[in-house]
């Protein structure tokens, strides 16, 4: 059995309900071969976020408003594909943009689906190591403050829920599950 697979649903009706600049709302019928199924999806692309480390274990993070919630918070960095983008040049490339850090070891982690319910939006998680310092380049519609957040400190609030957007927490929890088995991770990042 695959837990997994494309669903085949015929649909009835599509049509673009809204076009911003960063995401398109449709709004689908589908017929699933029992009844028709109304759905309205956000179409917000690809993404990437970074988990970068410094060399004396410190995560940098970001923080910054999040109108959509009304609130300034803590993130990993992380940011949308360009047109054509290929995720690991985005994930550097967004690196540097927000806190002026190349790096200089990046492997990939995993992909995830933020909220399959309403939106394609898939990131692909990237963890960051050697990193250099060089310059922040933010867009022009950015304000963020970068911080230096030991590992320890970093695992103490994901476990206090003071890390609250889910690609964070994953990335974070992710890398702290392997890390604390044995490194089994960075045996991963060796092949």
Do not use: W
Request: proline share 2%.
């Amino acid at each position: 059995m695959s837990y997994f697979e494309d669903i085949n649903y015929a649909i009835i009706n599509k049509k673009e309900a809204y076009k911003g600049k960063r995401v398109t709302v449709e709004e689908v019928i589908y017929d699933n071969g029992n009844k028709q199924i109304y759905r309205e999806h956000v179409k917000a692309g690809n993404a990437v976020i970074i988990l970068a480390i410094t060399d004396d274990n410190k995560v940098l993070m970001v923080r910054e408003a999040r109108s959509a919630i009304g609130k300034i918070i803590l993130g990993l960095p992380a940011g949308k594909l360009e047109k054509g983008e290929n995720p690991e040049k985005a994930a550097i490339r967004e690196l540097e943009e927000e806190t002026g850090f190349k790096a200089h070891d990046i492997k990939f982690l995993r992909e995830v689906f933020t909220s399959c319910g309403y939106t394609d939006e898939k990131i692909s998680i990237y963890l960051a190591k050697d990193l250099e310092k060089t310059k922040q380049n933010l867009d022009e519609d950015e304000e963020l403050e970068v911080l230096e957040i030991p590992l320890k400190l970093f695992k103490e609030m994901i476990d206090k829920n003071e890390i609250i957007t889910a690609s964070t927490t994953i990335a974070g929890l992710h890398y702290l599950l392997y890390v604390e088995n044995n490194d089994v991770i960075d045996e991963k990042m060796k092949k």
